[in-house]
């Protein structure tokens, strides 16, 4: 096979995350160590950026600042919730020959996937010599054929830690306590409140996740059986819980639903989920003590939190990415597999077999009951999080004798 010699272009998609910029760092500096990539760019914006020719000519950036800028969370290239038609991805192939690009690297979720494979469908259509790989990301955790995603692992270690350190505040002051987590369909990132325990009284007491329906009088049952056990009670909630229709029970509290470029409703950013679960606690057990959060952005790309594990897989499947389009000369979409008590290796998959399908947790990380994990998923994720995760410490002096009141 005669060497395919041409432009490369990386873009990213979708939710930022804390680890992306290593898998772009990883294909951009692969990439220029082979003579028939005659110039590496980078799409602004995304798949909107393609359409509209805004390129940075990313063989001109320094190893240094790309190095800096792996280190750095969120999207660099920027990011775009825009989902293409076959129209719009016909308008991309137009620009990408224009531009001879030879080699295309979309970074992103299920969608992006689908994306990937449209476009590799019209080159094959016009015979026009071409390599596309998708490389995966998403805290949600939710790609098929993936034991886990790339962004996932962070974003885990950030809302362990939240909670890690709300149990230690409900602990000292009692009280009811609602968080929010990300996860529309898949309750993977919500499941992880549950890493930062270190007591067998820590919370989060009670997890609820979109893999089971939710229904309001066992929750209600729920916390007031925690709240017997423990006197207080910290609860960590999909943003995606459903009712036994599968309607999410944050699209019943709402007048009129907003929905994104990709016809979901809406469920993050405005907090009514949580207020709703704190009004029906308040309502119920007529207690004032109740308060709820939405964990929100803060979960995709926030800096210090982030697990080693993942910046290092990150990077390690965006060079394999450029191995497997430029040396290999395949297609396809790359994929994260553990091999060992802690080892993975990275495998191609057809893009048909990845897009536009989801991935939720399995029966046996979730608990008989539905409100809280298992010890298989403990297990699962431990590793990800990452070296030096943090361990809560207790107070373990005596009590002094009273010599004053009566015990």
């Known amino acids: 096979m005669s060497v395919l010699?041409?432009?490369?272009?990386?873009?990213?998609?979708?939710?930022?995350?804390?680890?992306?910029?290593?898998?772009?760092?990883?294909?951009?500096?692969?990439?220029?160590?082979?003579?028939?990539?005659?110039?590496?760019?980078?799409?602004v914006h995304g798949v909107d950026g393609i359409v509209n020719e805004n390129f940075l000519d990313l063989?001109?950036?320094?190893?240094?600042?790309?190095?800096?800028?792996?280190?750095t969370t969120s999207s660099a290239l920027l990011s775009t919730r825009t989902k293409p038609d076959e129209d719009f991805c016909a308008r991309m192939f137009d620009?990408?020959?224009?531009?001879?690009?030879?080699?295309?690297?979309?970074?992103?979720?299920?969608?992006?996937?689908?994306?990937?494979?449209?476009i590799n469908e019209q080159a094959e259509t016009e015979n026009y010599e071409f390599r596309s790989i998708h490389i995966p990301k998403t805290i949600d955790n939710d790609l098929v054929l993936n034991d886990h995603t790339p962004g996932y692992p962070s974003a885990a270690r950030f809302?362990?830690?939240?909670?890690?350190?709300?149990?230690?505040?409900?602990?000292?002051?009692?009280?009811?306590?609602?968080?929010?987590?990300m996860g529309r369909h898949a309750g993977f990132l919500t499941a992880a409140s549950v890493l930062g325990q270190t007591h067998p009284e820590d919370g989060p007491h009670l997890v609820y996740v979109p893999e089971r329906p939710f229904d309001t009088k066992l929750f209600l049952d729920d916390v007031e059986n925690?709240?017997?056990?423990?006197?207080?009670c910290v609860i960590a909630a999909s943003e995606g819980i459903a009712d036994e229709n599968e309607v999410p029970i944050a699209q019943k509290l709402v007048e009129s639903v907003e929905r994104d470029a990709h016809g979901n409703v809406q469920l993050s950013g405005s907090g009514v989920l949580g207020d709703m679960l704190a009004n029906l606690i308040k309502g119920h057990l007529k207690t004032k003590r109740v308060r709820a959060d939405t964990l929100g952005y803060l979960q995709r790309?926030?800096?210090?939190?982030?697990?080693?594990?993942?910046?290092?897989?990150?990077?390690?499947?965006?060079?394999?990415?450029?191995?497997?389009?430029?040396?290999?000369?395949?297609?396809?979409?790359?994929?994260?597999?553990?091999t060992g008590s802690y080892s993975v290796d990275y495998r191609l998959v057809s893009l048909a077999d990845i897009a536009a399908k989801t991935r939720v947790m399995p029966n046996n990380f979730i608990s008989k009951k539905g409100n809280g994990v298992t010890d298989a998923?403990?297990?699962?994720?431990?590793?990800?999080l990452g070296s030096?995760?943090?361990?809560?410490?207790?107070?373990?002096?005596?009590?002094?004798?009273?010599?004053r009141t009566k015990s």
Do not use: C
């Open 5 to 43: 010699e041409g432009k490369v272009l990386i873009a990213q998609g979708g939710g930022p995350t804390a680890v992306i910029n290593q898998s772009l760092a990883g294909v951009v500096l692969e990439s220029r160590k082979f003579p028939q990539v005659t110039r590496v760019y980078g799409a």
């Open 59 to 71: 063989t001109q950036e320094t190893t240094h600042n790309l190095e800096r800028v792996a280190q």
């Open 95 to 118: 620009v990408m020959k224009a531009h001879d690009i030879r080699y295309f690297f979309y970074i992103g979720g299920n969608d992006s996937a689908d994306t990937v494979r449209i």
């Open 159 to 181: 809302v362990a830690q939240a909670f890690m350190g709300v149990n230690l505040d409900n602990r000292s002051i009692p009280g009811i306590y609602i968080g929010v987590v």
């Open 226 to 232: 925690t709240l017997s056990r423990h006197g207080r």
């Open 301 to 338: 790309s926030f800096a210090g939190v982030v697990s080693d594990v993942d910046q290092n897989e990150a990077r390690e499947i965006g060079e394999r990415a450029a191995h497997l389009a430029i040396w290999h000369n395949l297609d396809g979409s790359v994929t994260i597999n553990r």
């Open 377 to 384: 998923f403990r297990a699962y994720l431990r590793p990800l």
């Open 388 to 403: 030096r995760f943090p361990s809560t410490y207790r107070l373990r002096a005596p009590l002094v004798k009273k010599l």
